[in-house]
């Protein structure tokens, strides 16, 4: 069950003293992006949409996913595709548009293992994107304690290697009127639903039928609630710690 199953979003916010906000990076050696982004350290990843599980194959964890790409120049954004079309967990590529040196595509993964299920299985919630640069994953979360950051730690060392380069704590001054009714009330589906477990258990479609709105009306509620909730807990009140 997802952790955040056990919290009404009232809750969430008033027990917001336990929480971790953390930035990992993670040189992870099964991953396309951070393979290709040590190979190409002036090209960037971002995973620009939610990360749709498929079902696993023996041992590998299949995905799918769109990312936006950025290159210095068109012809390094090229070769970076031709060297993402042949790497051997990713098993299709579709270029949804090309602007100079900027790309978004949808990938097909297979994979041995994944640092965003990874995550997600510690009880561990992302904000904001998930990027790849010069050779890592990197993450933005929110934990409950020390204990379990460990516990992820441990899981994540199994598939590569890990830095801390940002941890903190959320400062009592942060406020519930931050957050409208409408938008309160769509965490709370989420949360109830446990659409931020991993696999995801339930759409936004789902969701919106629940709250009795449309699938756009509800996304848009839930997005700004999430685009004002969880940069709180980096911008204000992250202290930078170097694990070197």
Same mark, same amino acid.
């Given at each position: 069950?997802?952790?955040?199953?056990?919290?009404?979003?009232? /809750? @969430?916010?008033?027990?917001?003293?336990?929480?971790?906000?953390?930035?990992?990076?993670?040189?992870?050696?099964?991953?396309?992006?951070?393979? $290709?982004?040590?190979?190409?350290?002036?090209?960037?990843?971002?995973? %620009?949409?939610?990360?749709?599980?498929?079902?696993?194959?023996?041992? $590998?964890?299949?995905?799918?996913? =769109?990312?936006?790409?950025?290159?210095? &120049?068109?012809?390094?954004? !090229?070769?970076?595709?031709?060297?993402?079309?042949?790497?051997?967990?990713?098993?299709? %590529?579709? =270029?949804?548009?090309?602007?100079?040196?900027?790309?978004?595509?949808?990938?097909?993964?297979?994979?041995?293992?994944?640092?965003?299920?990874? =995550?997600?299985? +510690?009880?561990? #919630?992302?904000?904001?994107?998930?990027? #790849?640069? /010069?050779?890592?994953?990197?993450?933005?979360?929110?934990?409950?304690?020390?204990?379990?950051?460990?516990?992820?730690?441990?899981?994540?060392? !199994?598939?590569?290697?890990?830095?801390?380069?940002?941890?903190?704590?959320?400062?009592? &001054?942060?406020?519930? !009127? @931050?957050?409208?009714?409408?938008?309160?009330?769509?965490?709370? +589906?989420?949360?109830?639903?446990?659409? *931020?477990?991993?696999?995801?258990?339930?759409?936004?479609?789902?969701?919106?039928? /629940?709250?009795? $709105?449309?699938?756009?009306?509800?996304? !848009?509620? $839930?997005?700004?609630?999430?685009?004002? @909730?969880?940069?709180?807990?980096?911008?204000? *009140?992250? @202290?930078?710690?170097?694990?070197?």
């Amino acid at each position: 069950m997802s952790y955040f199953k056990r919290f009404s979003v009232n /809750k @969430l916010i008033m027990t917001r003293k336990r929480f971790k906000a953390v930035k990992l990076d993670i040189s992870h050696h099964d991953c396309f992006g951070s393979q $290709l982004t040590e190979r190409f350290p002036e090209v960037s990843m971002k995973i %620009v949409s939610d990360i749709h599980l498929l079902k696993k194959s023996g041992t $590998l964890i299949g995905y799918q996913v =769109v990312v936006e790409i950025i290159a210095p &120049n068109a012809r390094e954004l !090229e070769s970076f595709f031709k060297a993402l079309r042949t790497h051997p967990t990713v098993k299709e %590529v579709e =270029v949804w548009g090309n602007v100079g040196s900027r790309s978004f595509a949808f990938l097909k993964v297979k994979t041995p293992s994944s640092s965003y299920e990874e =995550v997600l299985k +510690k009880g561990a #919630m992302h904000f904001g994107n998930v990027k #790849m640069e /010069k050779g890592f994953d990197v993450h933005s979360i929110i934990t409950t304690d020390f204990s379990n950051l460990k516990s992820l730690l441990n899981g994540l060392e !199994e598939i590569g290697e890990v830095k801390v380069t940002k941890i903190g704590t959320i400062n009592s &001054n942060f406020k519930k !009127e @931050l957050l409208t009714e409408k938008q309160v009330d769509a965490l709370r +589906k989420a949360i109830s639903f446990e659409y *931020y477990s991993w696999p995801r258990k339930v759409t936004l479609e789902f969701l919106a039928i /629940k709250s009795d $709105l449309s699938r756009r009306a509800y996304q !848009e509620h $839930l997005r700004r609630a999430e685009s004002k @909730l969880f940069p709180m807990f980096l911008k204000d *009140y992250l @202290l930078t710690k170097n694990n070197s």
